[in-house]
């Protein structure tokens, strides 16, 4: 066989994976879609329990109105495609994570494809976990904050002084601003849930260990404290939740990675491949005597030879 012909069978194998990688995309693509003209048609009942925490929020004010207005003539339109957009990816996620899963399996082994499964089914649970803290939770607090800035204004002349007034401020949101505070809600608080998926995971594939998360425990308390100040409104009540929830799922991180660790353990244990410290050291210095007994023996042989 020529060189010419090994190649052009070694790339055959991969022009079958692309050709499978292009159909599993356009399969993902064709699912997005679908997802999102079904969204698409139901946008108003959707943006409708979307603004149920604010409305809520008002209405505990006394604010009967819960109404939005579009600053641009363009904006209602942006909004119902944003509802799309998020819909038709919720909606489509479970079958894009089915071909995902087709594509991959196959090169995994048995054990690779039962450590990676669970995996890929607790990611859209704790994501979606996240994000219905951050709707029932943390936005109602959120938009209560917010909506507290508001002050009943006077007519002119009731206000005293030279004929002067207090200025109302009135909520007068838009429709697209609040769904995109809404949003980056929802998508920050079900990304922050993924931290002991990705840490377990990271666990399982040996980068990362328990004891190696303790030690960095009061490091990872202050990048929380930072990531509550950032992804919060300035109001104490919501950053110490999300600190709490945060930090609660780190040390849940710890004691998951600490029993894959053990498990990990115990298989090497029961296949005879693991070793103590103690183990280790003895293995080592019988090595040595070995080496040190078989230069004594080949100088014996040496001097035997001479004689």
Avoid at 13 to 28: D, F, Q, S, V
Avoid at 33 to 40: A, N, P, R, T, W
Avoid at 92 to 105: D, E, G, H, N, T
Wanted: with cysteine; charged share 20%; aromatic share 12%.
């Amino acid at each position: 066989m020529s060189q010419t012909d090994e190649i052009e069978d070694s790339s055959a194998p991969l022009i079958e994976h692309l050709t499978e990688l292009r159909n599993r995309l356009i399969h993902c693509v064709v699912a997005f879609i679908i997802g999102m003209v079904i969204c698409f048609t139901v946008w108003n009942p959707v943006f409708n329990f979307l603004t149920s925490p604010l409305c809520s929020a008002m209405a505990d004010r006394g604010q009967d109105d819960c109404g939005l207005i579009l600053i641009k003539l363009q904006e209602g339109f942006f909004v119902a495609v944003s509802i799309s957009l998020l819909g038709g990816l919720i909606l489509s996620f479970p079958y894009i994570s089915l071909q995902m899963w087709r594509f991959v399996a196959p090169g995994l082994y048995k054990n690779e494809k039962g450590a990676f499964l669970p995996f890929m089914i607790a990611s859209p649970f704790m994501f979606f976990l996240g994000a219905t803290f951050a709707f029932y939770v943390v936005t109602p607090l959120a938009f209560n904050f917010f909506l507290g800035f508001q002050q009943a204004g006077t007519l002119v002349g009731e206000g005293g002084g030279e004929g002067g007034g207090i200025a109302a401020i009135a909520f007068q949101g838009s429709a697209q601003e609040y769904l995109s505070l809404t949003i980056k809600f929802i998508v920050a608080f079900g990304l922050c849930f993924q931290l002991p998926v990705l840490l377990t995971l990271m666990g399982k594939a040996g980068l990362v260990s328990a004891a190696g998360l303790r030690s960095v425990r009061k490091y990872a308390m202050v990048g929380i404290l930072v990531l509550a100040a950032l992804v919060t409104p300035p109001d104490v009540i919501t950053q110490v939740i999300l600190f709490v929830v945060v930090y609660g799922l780190y040390e849940v991180s710890i004691f998951l990675v600490g029993r894959v660790e053990k498990k990990r353990e115990a298989d090497l244990r029961a296949q005879g491949l693991w070793f103590d410290d103690d183990d280790e050291d003895d293995v080592e210095d019988e090595e040595l005597d070995d080496e040190l007994l078989s230069e004594f023996d080949e100088d014996d042989d040496d001097k035997g030879d001479k004689a």
